[in-house]
């Protein structure tokens, strides 16, 4: 399975910014989609998932500001960030997991991350 992520970019506080990221080479139904980003210094964190069936999950600090899509036929997630914070500032990566049934039938749970796209507000 691979994974791109595009749109990462300097932006300045208060503007806004679309990230997409593309899983392809993948013959499995992906369960959950999501969003993850690391600032400078820190660790890994979730910012906003998306189920197959369109469940969410969003961080506190991300709620009313930022929203995630998902078109299940192409197997694309999309972030849109608005209202931007400098401490927004981070490497974005993208992530998808899924089930897969091995040989005896039991299911294994598996996932991919996407290679990250820098996310910097600045004035």
């Known amino acids: 399975v691979q994974l791109q992520a595009f749109g990462g970019g300097l932006v300045q506080p208060g503007g806004s910014l679309r990230l997409s990221c593309a899983a392809s080479?993948?013959?499995?139904?992906?369960?959950?989609m999501g969003w993850y980003r690391q600032a400078p210094g820190k660790q890994r964190e979730s910012v906003a998932t998306?189920?197959?069936?369109?469940?969410?999950t969003y961080a506190d600090s991300v709620k009313g500001r930022f929203t995630i899509s998902r078109d299940n036929a192409k197997n694309t997630v999309y972030l849109q960030l608005n209202s931007l914070k400098p401490e927004d500032t981070a490497v974005y990566y993208c992530?998808?997991?899924?089930?897969?049934?091995?040989?005896?039938?039991?299911?294994?749970?598996?996932?991919?991350w996407g290679q990250g796209t820098l996310v910097t507000v600045s004035s």
């Open positions: 992530r998808a997991d899924w089930i897969r049934y091995n040989e005896y039938g039991a299911p294994v749970a598996e996932g991919s």
């Open positions: 080479r993948i013959n499995m139904s992906i369960n959950v």
């Open positions: 998306r189920s197959r069936d369109g469940i969410t």
